[in-house]
């Protein structure tokens, strides 16, 4: 238990700073519940667990791989962004061609639901949330709060995972990152953060509606298996549905189903975060227009030729700005259902 | 949405600080006619909350939030002839100097459920007040909206002369709260719970560590402090509520319900400990309850709460003489009961002698006034031993009787 209590040391010399102040400055009182919730979350076995799992789920298809990545290392000469991408973006073959990213894409909502789906409803039941807003604090500190927490505990275990693979592939392949590398895998971190952000904010709006919390993390865990597994899949049925075409269909009618099945996929946050990581990661990706499976079936047809960052940027900038609002009004909903909520069950 | 919060910061009384509603014209009548009571005189400054005008429903953190469809929160129209609407400086007009808790005409409504029924409540300093009550009556809601922590629908709160629907937080910086089924982190100790309590105040490291062995001695938990809290027992948990409700210093104190669930053993230490604190930390409080005895040995003041009205108040005594004018006593004697009858019906003031129902050796003695004293000594003198001699009506099950109809566990609805 030492480390719940020398996290959350810092902010408590901050409030003492400002404990004189605060009689003038409206409380900072989020910062200090967002100390307490990220050194319950450290300390929680929930972290260990979620962290142990994705780490060795990321640095598994990295070390199948390595042996084709290192085939393309000796092929390509000076700084290719490829190589060191790669280790993020390979599938192995004796790795059933799971490149780590999408086991990422997979796990990274699981994190985002499991440091939320409690948020509210376990101060509700056990009686710290009345004794909570009784004290100075504004009632959307908590819900502030809990919500920095949650990031900050993503954000710590996505870096922890990014260094790992990078000291591996410096240490087994001897690739060192280049300038333009690390900066698109910073990107990249920032997406995942924000995707995971976008599934916290779902799971504290669960945790603001549903009371119990076994029934929060149901309903979460039940949403993320429809988006991840069957959801690409139930919009192109979907799409299909509405604009049906048959061998005998037109060109147009054709273009018309696929760019209805488009839209729809895009309405997922989760395609948002598939086209985003493509785009930065896979500097040869120079369009998304294609989503279906085949990654690089786009790319193989042109002339190869690899975006600069700000390209790439460029290219997934909707998606990036619909993954924000997203995240935003998940957020604002939560924010104003648990102001308006009574404090008492 | 955030910007609007209420600011604490402001000057609580003295600068005007109106709402942006061009009808002021309703409130602004009897401004300057108020008494020299600063609580009074100080509420026409802070824009008093017009209750009946949905616009200026507040949410819990004194967000102003227009909510027109919340038909609920206005009287229907029709209704605005019958009952005329008395501005907040009306309504604090004869409100006593030194009050510390100040409701008037107090209604919290729950769509058609009424929980709060127009409640006058008036709580000077250092007063310990009761408000008893059957569950379901109304008193949690009743702290909740002292605290700021539920909106009223109509009337007016005043605590420490601010309004907590405005000011949530510079009310809750003086007020220690402690909740009906208090709960603590059960992951972290009794002393981190209370450490965090403190940083949540803004207390600094140092100081609130100190406070903190302080209080923890104080309800006798020195030994559990440094054990989880899902550990602790019922009563330890409600004697760590204690302290984490004083940890913030506070002048006001609420219970809601403090002795709930304890066993007797517990609540005796329980009572003799709130005793102590309220003495030395010199606190005005306010407990609900609907155990009787505790109220009876703690409180100077007793409100009795029935369907979300307030049907008596007063000292306790005061409240025993108040309703009847026939005072009864059970005497007891040694020898034949019926020996008392004579003897009691000489004294003066007696009207008439009964034999209990319930007990054969007690006899039942109604009187005009308070006759104990002469009616010993005339037992004394007739040379018959006193075994038993009690009031009734003094008892505080017998008041809650009188009080509250429906009884001790009847619920309103």
Redesign the interface.
């Known amino acids: ?1 030492a480390a ?2 020398e996290t ?2 810092t ?3 901050k ?2 700073t ?2 004189r102040r ?6 900072g ?1 989020w910062r ?2 967002a100390a ?1 919730e990220l050194a ?1 979350h450290i ?1 929680s076995w929930r972290f260990l667990v979620l962290l142990i799992v994705i780490a060795g789920l990321s640095i598994l298809p990295m070390y199948f791989s390595s042996n084709d990545i290192a085939g393309i290392a000796s092929q390509t000469t000076g700084s290719n962004p490829l190589v060191f991408l790669a280790l993020f973006t390979h599938g192995a073959s004796s790795f059933n061609s799971i490149p780590m990213i999408a086991l990422v894409v997979l796990l990274v909502p699981l994190v985002g639901i499991a440091f939320g789906f409690d948020g509210i409803n376990s101060e509700r039941s ?3 949330l ?11 500190d908590v819900i502030n709060g809990k919500f920095v927490a949650g990031i900050t505990v993503i954000v710590v275990m996505m870096i922890t995972l990014i260094l790992l693979v990078t000291s591996i592939g410096i240490l087994r392949l001897g690739i060192i990152p280049t300038g333009e590398d690390m900066a698109r895998v910073g990107v990249w971190l920032l997406t995942t953060v924000l995707y995971a952000s976008f599934w916290l904010a779902f799971s504290l709006l669960l945790s603001v509606i549903i009371r119990s919390t076994a029934t929060a993390a149901l309903v979460g865990f039940g949403v993320w298996l429809a988006v991840s597994v069957v959801g690409s899949f139930l919009i192109k049925v979907a799409a299909g549905l509405l604009f049906p075409i048959d061998t005998t269909a037109s060109v147009q009618a054709q273009i018309g189903s696929y760019s209805a099945q488009q839209f729809f996929l895009r309405l997922s946050p989760a395609q948002l975060y598939q086209d985003v990581i493509r785009a930065t990661l896979d500097p040869s990706t120079t369009t998304l227009f294609v989503t279906s499976s085949g990654q690089n079936t786009s790319a193989q047809q042109q002339i190869p030729s690899l975006l600069t960052l700000d390209q790439s940027i460029l290219l997934v900038w909707p998606q990036f700005v619909a993954l924000v609002a997203l995240t935003v009004l998940l957020f604002a909903v939560a924010y ?1 259902l648990f ?2 909520q ?3 069950a | 949405m955030t910007d609007d919060r209420t600011n604490p910061s402001e000057p609580p009384r003295g600068v005007q600080r109106r709402r942006p509603r061009p009808t002021v014209g309703l409130n602004a009548k009897p401004r300057s006619a108020t008494g020299p009571t600063h609580t009074a005189a100080a509420a026409p400054a802070r824009a008093p909350h017009d209750p009946s005008d949905p616009e200026t429903d507040l949410t819990d953190d004194g967000i102003a939030a227009v909510r027109p469809w919340d038909v609920e929160a206005a009287p229907a129209p029709e209704d605005k002839p019958k009952r005329r609407r008395r501005t907040v400086a009306e309504l604090l007009a004869d409100v006593p100097e030194d009050a510390v808790i100040v409701t008037r005409r107090l209604t919290k409504k729950y769509g058609e459920f009424t929980a709060v029924d127009s409640l006058d409540l008036t709580i000077r300093r250092g007063e310990v007040f009761g408000l008893l009550g059957p569950n379901g009556a109304g008193k949690t809601t009743t702290v909740l909206m002292l605290l700021g922590l539920t909106e009223p629908t109509r009337g007016v709160v005043r605590v420490i002369g601010l309004d907590p629907t405005r000011e949530p937080l510079a009310v809750k910086r003086q007020v220690g709260y402690l909740p009906d089924n208090v709960g603590f982190y059960g992951g972290m100790t009794g002393r981190e719970n209370l450490r965090y309590t403190a940083r949540l105040n803004g207390i600094g490291r140092r100081a609130a560590d100190a406070r903190i062995d302080e209080l923890l001695g104080e309800v006798r938990l020195e030994d559990a402090a440094d054990k989880k809290a899902e550990t602790y027992s019922r009563g330890m948990r409600q004697r760590l509520g204690i302290a984490d409700a004083l940890v913030k210093s506070p002048t006001v104190l609420i219970l809601d319900e403090p002795t709930i669930a304890i066993d007797p053993a517990g609540v005796e230490e329980l009572l003799s400990l709130l005793r102590r604190l309220v003495r030395e930390h010199n606190l005005t409080v306010m407990l609900s309850s609907h155990i009787l005895g505790q109220v009876q040995s703690l409180c100077d003041r007793v409100g009795f709460y029935s369907a979300g009205k307030l049907v008596a108040s007063g000292p306790l005594d005061e409240l025993a003489a108040g309703s009847d004018a026939a005072v009864e006593l059970e005497v007891g004697v040694e020898g034949p009961p019926a020996s008392i009858d004579a003897v009691a019906l000489a004294v003066p003031g007696v009207t008439k002698v009964v034999p209990d129902d319930r007990l054969d050796h007690i006899r039942i003695v109604y009187a005009s006034h308070d006759v104990a004293a002469p009616l010993a000594t005339a037992l004394a003198a007739a040379n018959l031993p006193m075994t038993h001699l009690r009031r009734r009506g003094t008892d505080l099950l017998e008041l809650y009787r009188r009080y509250v109809p429906e009884g001790l566990d009847g619920r309103t609805h």
């Open positions: 238990m719940p209590t959350a040391e902010p408590a010399r409030t003492r400002e404990s605060s009689e003038r400055a409206p409380s009182g200090t519940i307490k319950d300390a056990q009686g710290t009345s004794r909570l807003l009784a004290q100075p604090v504004h009632r959307d104003v102001l308006r009574e404090v008492r």
